[in-house]
Nanobody
Framework: QVQLVESGGGLVPPGGSLRLSCEVS????????LAWFRQTPGQEREFVAV????????YYADSVKGRFTISRDTAKNTVFLQMNSLKPEDTAVYYC?????????????????????WGQGTQVTVSS
């Protein structure tokens, strides 16, 4: 059974930084495409960033490009989301997701529908 557990959320002032972590247990970590999504009340889950399993290519939503960085540590079976220059509009519950074979095609990586496993979410609040 694959489980994803997020941590690292909290309250941070505008302009601040946070690093989210997502530990993955079960399965073969290096074979997963790993992504971060976020969601606010009444809204659909929104793509943030993805780290593809093959070659480690990364992709970002335009709204976070240049501010957020996704990375992984295979020794710790953990994917990270470093968030800098945070804005109030970044406030959301952040979820990590994993996709195993058969893999989501490139054009569909930003859709939440294709991911196989999800964490429980961690709240990020950006406010003064």
């Amino acid at each position: 059974q694959v489980q994803l557990v997020e941590s690292g959320g909290g309250l941070v002032p505008p302009g601040g930084s946070l690093r989210l972590s997502c530990e993955v247990s079960g399965g073969t970590f290096s074979r997963y495409t790993l992504a971060w999504f976020r969601q606010t009340p009444g809204q659909e889950r929104e793509f943030v960033a993805v780290f593809r399993y093959n070659g480690g290519r990364t992709y970002y939503a335009d709204s976070v490009k240049g501010r957020f960085t996704i990375s992984r540590d295979t020794a710790k079976n953990t994917v990270f989301l470093q968030m800098n220059s945070l804005k109030p509009e970044d406030t959301a519950v952040y979820y990590c997701a994993a996709d195993g074979p058969p893999y989501i095609i490139l054009s569909a990586l930003a859709s939440a529908d294709g991911y196989d496993y999800w964490g429980q979410g961690t709240q990020v609040t950006v406010s003064s």
